[in-house]
């Protein structure tokens, strides 16, 4: 029995984000196997910024896809790697892109795969240079207890166009689902007539970047403000930080000491930026951010005082009364980064995610 996943990029109409699975995502994304069971969220997306930075080797030889303007040589390199007899592939054939997938995260049981278009020499393209939609398949066998949610990041300067998360009871059991996950797209009026419509490669993602230094260019920092009603004028700007591969952004209120009802209360009522949807993120949500890449970027780390101040509650309640506190001096070399303390214990001042 197969399950097949899909996520659909409807792109040249308006912005917007839905959740999909509690999480967030945008455009139009189901995941459905054959059973006929389905989840689906529809919303717009904006076409992304050219160039988008990735955080691993676009190049990498486990990849399975190739673009028809590659020499022979350069192809063979692209379809080539040490499963190669395992999972040999017709190389995918998009005129003018290859499809690369990569391997963002393995956290707690779960592995995180993004994928998108490049060009030749690595660099991300822009899904409005091949098709009106572009719709990704995941198909692999069942699998007990695996659950895939397919998101669609909606934000313009998105790194991955479709993320791809595997959740077993292990993360070996998640590792070995993508091995056997294959991806099917269809592209529906693309942009050069004649070209076919219908492809399939396996997923086989790039392994995370061994350097950490890879990871800095996921996010980036910007002043941003909500834009102005009618007769109103343009709210202060606050500086963020943003992870471009989640879309999420971080921000730190000024320096000071709360407790955790004070902490969550200081994001979700702070209207910073002109933005009413401020809150403080839960132990997951901080997870990914780190695995994103987060405390590697020496800009997001002073921006929000994460070696000066390291002590940032989390909305994720623990056992006995107690809150749980993420501790960042620990995220580069303590998995166990978390602790719990009374929700009455006077922490550094919260970090506010929207």
């Not at 049981?109 to 994928?115: D, H, Q, W, Y």
């Not at 398949?137 to 166009?161: E, F, G, M, N």
């Not at 980036?220 to 909500?226: E, K, L, N, Q, R």
């Amino acid at each position: 029995m197969k399950r097949e996943f899909i996520a659909v990029m409807l792109l040249w109409s308006c912005s917007g984000a839905q959740v999909v699975d509690g999480q967030k995502a945008g455009v139009s994304a189901t995941a459905r196997n054959e059973l006929g069971n389905s989840v689906t969220s529809d919303a717009g997306s904006q076409p992304p910024a050219e160039g988008a930075s990735a955080n691993s080797n676009p190049n990498a030889p486990d990849n399975k896809a190739a673009v028809t303007n590659i020499s022979p040589d350069q192809s063979k390199a692209l379809t080539s790697g040490p499963d190669a007899n395992e999972m040999a592939d017709v190389p995918v054939h998009i005129e003018g892109s290859y499809l690369y997938c990569g391997q963002l995260y393995a956290l707690n049981t779960t592995v995180e795969v993004g994928c998108r278009f490049n060009d030749a020499k690595g660099k991300k393209v822009a899904p409005k240079s091949i098709a009106q939609t572009i719709t990704y398949k995941a198909i692999l066998p069942a699998i007990d207890d695996l659950v895939l949610q397919t998101l669609s990041p909606t934000h313009a300067d998105r790194v991955y166009d479709v993320l791809f998360q595997f959740t077993a009871p292990t993360l070996e059991r998640a590792q070995a689902a993508t091995r056997k996950t294959r991806i099917a797209i269809h592209l529906e009026a693309p942009v050069v007539a004649g070209t076919p419509t219908d492809y399939e490669s396996s997923l086989a993602p790039a392994p995370i970047p061994t350097n950490p230094t890879a990871l800095t260019s996921n996010f980036t920092i910007s002043s941003v403000s909500a834009p102005a009603g009618p007769g109103e004028t343009t709210p202060p700007a606050v500086t963020t930080i943003k992870d471009l591969i989640s879309g999420e952004s971080y921000y730190r209120r000024p320096a000071g000491s709360f407790n955790w009802t004070n902490a969550n209360l200081a994001c979700a009522n702070s209207d910073d930026g002109g933005f009413t949807d401020w809150r403080m993120p839960s132990r997951s949500e901080i997870e990914v951010a780190f695995a994103h890449g987060l405390i590697q970027n020496v800009t997001a780390v002073s921006n929000l005082r994460l070696k000066t101040e390291s002590e940032i509650w989390v909305s994720t309640s623990a056992a006995g009364g107690n809150a749980d506190f993420y501790d960042s001096l620990l995220g580069n070399t303590n998995p166990a980064q978390f602790q719990a303390a009374s929700s009455a214990t006077l922490l550094d001042a919260p970090l506010c995610q929207r």
